[in-house]
């Protein structure tokens, strides 16, 4: 079914990072994915999508970036009829390959727009699942339990409190699925630690750190710089660190905002960039003032 897509007024539109709170994997499956049971959550750690009013689309991606699934996802929805009249720019600001989601997040949270300004879900999630196991969840963010390969998604109540995280140097080509590769039996578990947690979350309790499991742990600390991030913040004086997805990122939760300030500046003094973030609910209220769908005939 054909649709128009117009943007009305300028707007931006942020892209948000993801923490993976918890991230089990439970085995591989017959069509080369892994089965997961994972809580995502969208923090204040955004890129920042320009929407321009245009006659036609125009697109200029940032430089510099390989697997450009913006792009992509505007190549899907030509092919399934949808005319988009906008000029469109993205700013990167979240670490590239940092295990926080950022090309999947520029991806769906353009979906997202869409479909929160009138764009059928239908139409944008198979395309949103073609892209990436996380990127459907970027069509509303928020506090998600994503099983099956990832796309299966149930949203939570989000957590308190804030989070702290730090990105150590880690290049290697094609690192999720590198480090999908490098799981073995042993790094699987049943999910029912991640299920507890989100049982929490519906429940309005506090997040419990006892209950993070991260499946790429052991494969992560094959990295020095993991390990040294880790390092850090137990020196920091924190008793749990994790990494986000399949990493590098590692992350602290700190229930309360003082603590989180202590801890990103002890982490500063050994010598680290941390951020300090919050979980982060996306508004698409903007959206749907300046954007219109409309169907073709
Ligand atoms: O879905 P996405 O394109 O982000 O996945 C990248 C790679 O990570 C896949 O090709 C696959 O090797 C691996 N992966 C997996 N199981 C998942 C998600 C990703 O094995 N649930």
Redesign the pocket.
Known sequence: MPYRVTVREPLVVLAPAKLNLGLEVLGRRPD?????VTILQTIDLSDRLVLEPAPRLTYQPPSGIGDELVARALRSLAAKGVVIEARLSLEKRIPVAAGLGGG?SDAGTLLGAFVHAGLPRSLATPIATQL???VPFFLDGGTALARG??TDLEPLPPPNGWFVLVVPELTLAHK??QL??ALTPADYSDGLATLRQAERLRLRQDLDPRLVRNAFLRPLLAFEAVRQALDAFVTAGTRWAWPSGSGPAVFTWCPQREAAEQLTLALETSGLRPILTAPLKPSWEQVRTAITVEQLH
């Open positions: 080369g994915y892994h089965d997961l999947s990436g196991s996380d390969r990832g999720t699925r999908y590769a």
